[in-house]
């Protein structure tokens, strides 16, 4: 199972991974954002390029 983490100290809250997910992993929670849904991930790391200051890691 991968295992997806944003690190708050860097995460701007833009929603970009969001958006980007196609899983679902995340959920916006207005002044955060959270990984709700580690479980769903497929590892395609397009939450990670996407994201703008390199907050998420995703571990295959
Ligand atoms: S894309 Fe990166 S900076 Fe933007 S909300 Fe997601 S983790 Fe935070
Ligand atoms: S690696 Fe892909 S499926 Fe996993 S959280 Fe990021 S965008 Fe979603």
């Known amino acids: 199972m991968p295992g997806v983490s944003i690190d708050q100290e860097r995460c701007v809250n833009c929603k970009t991974c969001v958006s980007t997910c196609p899983m679902g992993v995340y959920v916006d929670e207005g ?30």
């Open 31 to 60: 002044d955060k954002v959270v990984v709700a849904a580690e479980d769903e991930c497929i590892a395609c790391m397009g939450c990670v390029a996407a994201c703008p200051t390199e907050a998420i890691t995703v571990v295959e």
